[in-house]
């Protein structure tokens, strides 16, 4: 509770750029608003601005109860490079999570550059995927700077 005081996540909380209004049904899409971010605040990493989108997927992993805290309740990890088998091809998501309130699933991509629209494909692509249909529609979550907060060394 103390950190997300000190992180002003109540400045930050849902915040972020979405669809959820056009894509999620009324209640799923208030609880999803309340999920994300911007920015999110990774302050714990110690990585150098050189980083690789590799370098930050491991750095979080090595922080996991701190990046879960950040995220805020509900999540469940799923798993890093998280494979998908889709016909004879293979993909792998850098991270994956489960909202348990939401009962949906959460994918994070991470990239060190500026967005491009065929992240959003990408993701997009995954969440079909991967939805079942007891499964409320997915959460895609594009970690990029400069919308991540990050203390580098």
Known sequence: MVIQINSKLYKRQGKAIHNFDLTLPEPIADLAKETIKNPYNFDFLTIGRE?????????????????????????????????????QSDFFLDLLFYHI?????????LKVKEFQPEFAGKINFYLNVLRHPSDQPGIGNLFSYPAIKIKFQ
Do not use: C, M, N, W
Not at 56 to 85: N, T
């Open 101 to 109: 309130k939401l009962r949906t699933f959460v994918v994070v991509e």
């Open 51 to 87: 980083a690789s989108e590799r370098d930050l997927e491991l750095a979080l992993i090595d922080h996991i109860q701190k990046f879960l805290l950040e995220l805020g309740e509900g999540f469940a990890y799923l798993g890093k490079q998280y494979p998908l088998h889709v016909g």
